[in-house]
């Protein structure tokens, strides 16, 4: 079992810069691939980043590539979300979620999901 906790998110302006922070239980953490997913208000869940449980690999979504950087400390059990360049379509809540399989872009492939953190870009 793994539990997840977001932390990180809150209010910026655009152009500005959030990190956000994924905090997992659970000594098989390492093991997990772990991903990114946002969902705006009337919208529906969408893919942002992926990180594999080695961190050597790693996928994003077009819309965030050359803005966002996931990364991951398997020492501390946290995967983290490096937001710059904010724009207000980035507003959303975001979640991580962890699966035992292979890195995945697909939400129905993670096993685990956090509660999710608000994410607030102003123009």
């Known amino acids: 079992q793994v539990q997840l906790v977001e932390s990180g998110g809150g209010l910026v302006q655009a152009g500005g810069s959030l990190r956000l922070s994924c905090a997992a239980s659970?000594?098989?953490?390492?093991?997990?691939?772990v991903g990114w997913f946002r969902q705006a208000p009337g919208k529906e869940r969408e893919f942002v980043a992926a990180i594999s449980w080695s961190g050597g690999n790693t996928y994003y979504a077009d819309s965030v590539k050359g803005r966002f950087t996931i990364s991951r400390d398997n020492a501390k059990n946290t995967v983290y979300l490096q937001m710059n360049s904010l724009k207000p379509e980035d507003t959303a809540v975001y979640y991580c979620?962890?699966?035992?399989?292979?890195?995945?872009?697909?939400?129905?492939?993670?096993?685990?999901w956090g509660q999710g953190t608000q994410v607030t870009v102003s123009s």
């Open positions: 659970g000594r098989t953490f390492r093991s997990y691939a």
């Open positions: 979620a962890a699966t035992s399989g292979l890195i995945a872009t697909i939400g129905a492939s993670y096993d685990y």
